[in-house]
């Protein structure tokens, strides 16, 4: 198990941006783990590719599955901060909901 205490925000449905293409559900998981940070992020990239995500395509392209680390807390110490969290409000919004 990579994480455990998990709370999972609703599902946030967006448009394609940057391509046309199908819209894409958005949704934040939070949880706790004993994994660092390179290592969480490597058991991530193994999930996405055992479902089929593409590597050799555009980045702005459809995709089967896309996880991202967007905040990280050890306490009450925030260790790393995506920009994606002000860029985007598919992730800002469904974060607010697990925090």
Known sequence: KILTNTKFS????????????????????????DLNFDDLNEKLKDIENESGRKRDVPKFSARTLDIDIVLQINEDEILYESDEIEKYSFVSEPLKEVL
Do not use: C, Q
Not at 10 to 32: M, P, R, W, Y
């Open 10 to 33: 609703s599902i946030h449905k967006t448009k394609a941006e940057g391509f046309e293409g199908d819209d894409f559900l958005n949704l934040v998981v939070a949880g706790e783990s």
